[in-house]
T-cell receptor
Framework: GAVVSQHPSRVICKSGTSVKIECRSL??????MFWYRQFPKQSLMLMAT?????????EQGVEKDKFLINHASLTLSTLTVTSAHPEDSSFYIC?????????????FGPGTRLLVL | DAKTTQPPSMDCAEGRAANLPCNHS???????VYWYRQIHSQGPQYIIH???NNETNEMASLIITEDRKSSTLILPHATLRDTAVYYC????????????FGTGTRLQVTL
């Protein structure tokens, strides 16, 4: 399967600071990338969908000014959590799709655990 | 997207086949059935997907009923490393459409 990486794998920051998370597709060109968030003992919740070179589409209830998404190339998308607060502490996971063939399977990164103090 | 129903948990003895059911009675003709699993503290791992025919790969087999209203994921020889939450998801064909995760089935493989 295709490989998606994320960096960093975990980050601890102070309240009020901004944190950037990178998502890279290592062996394929990702026309679409997705960002999910997962709180403890809960399922994954989609935050936004981004297509290369265009603005991201955010799910209802997700603040676009707080969670900035940039998909500048076919292999890189970034999520910036601006002015992070303790309630933003969560497991952030990206996925990417764009392989040829039916269904355009999404492949997931390993996730980034964010802790805001 | 159509919703799916899965049992919350299942147990399986190591070395035996694990059969994980999924109901998707409202699936439409342009939706695939996808299976992913998530091992604790990791990102979801793609397992297999299908439209209406049965599918098999190196990880698992997917059996879809003729009316497409349900499916079964089969892990032929479960190991301890297969302990995870398994998600059955229906997803539109042909576009980079989003995945909607339910609560999945927590599979516990035991000695």
């Amino acid at each position: 399967g295709a490989v998606v990486s994320q960096h960093p794998s975990r980050v601890i920051c102070k309240s009020g600071t901004s944190v950037k998370i990178e998502c890279r597709s290592l062996d394929f060109q990702a026309t679409t990338m997705f960002w999910y968030r997962q709180f403890p003992k809960q399922s994954l919740m989609l935050m936004a969908t981004s297509n290369e070179g265009s603005k991201a589409t955010y799910e209802q209830g997700v603040e676009k000014d707080k969670f900035l998404i940039n998909h500048a190339s076919l292999t890189l998308s970034t999520l910036t959590v601006t002015s992070a607060h303790p309630e933003d502490s969560s497991f952030y996971i990206c996925s990417a799709s764009g392989l040829a063939g039916a269904g355009e399977t999404q492949y997931f990164g390993p996730g980034t655990r964010l802790l805001v103090l | 997207d159509a919703k799916t129903t899965q049992p919350p948990s299942m147990d399986c003895a190591e070395g035996r086949a694990a059969n994980l059911p999924c109901n998707h009675s409202t699936i439409s003709g342009n939706e695939y059935v996808y299976w992913y699993r998530q091992i604790h503290s990791q990102g979801p791992q793609y397992i297999i997907h299908g439209l209406k025919n049965n599918e098999t790969n190196e990880m698992a087999s997917l059996i879809i009923t003729e009316d497409r209203k349900s499916s079964t994921l089969i892990l032929p020889h479960a190991t301890l490393r297969d302990t995870a939450v398994y998600y059955c998801i229906v997803r539109l064909i042909g576009t980079a459409s989003k995945l909607t995760f339910g609560t999945g089935t927590r599979l516990q493989v035991t000695l």
